[in-house]
């Protein structure tokens, strides 16, 4: 792909055109787009690469949690909600998944399994979040935590683990173990000649973390055998898989459930925020780690960001905590403006937390990052939820990256 200066010039103008009530424009090739999807139950994102590579990170479905609001449309799971929305963002160009990660395995990132979902058409497992999506649509390679460390045993994995042999066995589907610092697991696969560089790296996964060199990582968490207070072992949120995007000087981190500060009288190395946040340095946008719950998002890693977009990727009555949104909105712990977009901000919520409710960018609909051919600049659209003609409510930026 190759773009003359008018060429880009003209893109850049194009991408400056769309205003709140027009239909969202499909990607164009150099560009990236980022897009937090609304699911009701869980957690989503679908990103298109510059070069038209397409990435989807998790496909959560946690079920009828109580107290939750019902889904989005009342008429469809959330994995069909959200291949739609993946197939209406590539229409024309043929809905295919090239890789998708799972961060970990919870049911709002995975799907929940009881017993009761539809059984497969393609073998013996049942369909829910994110192998509901590959009964939609087709995945190529997918990358998830693995099963040598802290191996779950419950049904959810279980059941995806049926999954992956059945659709590996018929070669549908290439499944691959995150590997901590790699920059090579996640490529462009259509095309290498970007307008810039153009890297997805795994930051961590398990126990191991990246050190910010080269692909070298260093064990984050002490010895399972030396842990004598089982409730100080790992989670599974702590072994999340978690990536960084970047594309000539934008960056963009995603963390799964990753925790930020730990429990009363836990151990102080719970706390994973702090040494993501000395490997990758500033970002210019990243997700708001394990939906903006109350153990995330801690100073450190806020100052050592620096983000000026965050996406909370909402669905229940605790996302974001106060205590997480008081210390995003706070110039004590980095100066300078931030945006913050929330995708279900729920009455309750913003009645709770009360006029810091008001100061977020948005508080409800799909958000979309649309990254300028380059890197330099990107903008933030947010898109109606509540229909599948995702129409832009608001627009935001020009922002600069950094």
């Not at 696969?189 to 890297?199: D, I, P, Q």
């Not at 939906?291 to 909402?314: D, K, Q, Y």
């Not at 051919?373 to 930026?397: C, E, K, M, N, Q």
Request: net charge negative; aromatic share 8%.
């Amino acid at each position: 792909m190759r773009l003359t200066a008018l060429g880009a010039a003209l893109l850049s103008l194009s991408l400056a055109s769309p205003q709140a009530g027009d239909t969202f424009p499909p990607w164009t090739p150099g560009t990236l787009d980022i897009h937090q999807i609304v699911t009701g139950r869980g957690n989503s994102a679908f990103t298109i690469f510059p070069d038209g590579t397409t990435i989807l990170v998790d496909a959560g479905d946690a079920g009828d949690i109580q107290g939750a609001d019902p889904k989005p449309d009342g008429t469809c799971t959330p994995a069909q909600r959200i291949s739609d929305y993946v197939a209406h963002m590539l229409e024309g160009r043929g809905a295919v998944i090239d890789y998708a990660v799972v961060t970990h395995f919870h049911a709002d990132h995975t799907g929940r399994i009881d017993g009761t979902e539809p059984r497969s058409n393609h073998g013996d497992y049942r369909v829910r979040g994110i192998t509901e999506v590959a009964e939609e649509i087709p995945i190529r390679t997918l990358i998830d935590r693995g099963d040598d460390y802290l191996p779950p045993t419950d049904a959810i994995f279980q059941n995806y683990r049926r999954f992956t042999a059945a659709e590996s066995a018929a070669g549908r589907l290439t499944v691959r173990q995150a590997v901590a610092g790699s920059a090579s697991q996640i490529v462009p696969m259509r095309s290498t000649n970007t307008s810039a560089a153009f890297t997805v790296r795994i930051v961590s996964v398990n126990d191991r973390v990246w050190t910010g060199t080269g692909d070298a990582t260093t064990v984050r968490f002490p010895a399972l055998a030396d842990i004598a207070d089982p409730e100080d072992r790992p989670t599974e949120n702590m072994c999340s898989v978690t990536l960084r995007i970047s594309y000539g000087p934008f960056d963009y981190f995603t963390g799964g459930d990753m925790p930020g500060y730990p429990v009363p009288g836990a151990p102080a190395w719970h706390d994973l925020e702090t040494t993501v946040a000395r490997a990758i340095g500033p970002t210019d946008a990243h997700v708001v780690n394990h939906h903006g719950s109350i153990e995330e998002e801690n100073p450190f890693w806020l100052a050592t960001h620096r983000s000026r977009v965050m996406v909370v990727p909402a669905w229940s009555a605790t996302h974001p905590s106060p205590d997480v949104l008081k210390r995003m909105l706070s110039p004590r712990v980095y100066p300078g403006p931030r945006d913050i977009f929330i995708t279900a901000f729920r009455e309750a919520t913003k009645l709770a937390i009360g006029p810091r409710a008001t100061q977020v960018a948005s508080d409800h609909g799909h958000v979309v990052i649309r990254v300028e051919p380059g890197g330099a600049r990107y903008r933030v659209f947010v898109l109606a939820d509540t229909t599948t003609s995702y129409r832009i409510t608001s627009v935001h930026g020009p922002y600069v990256s950094e």
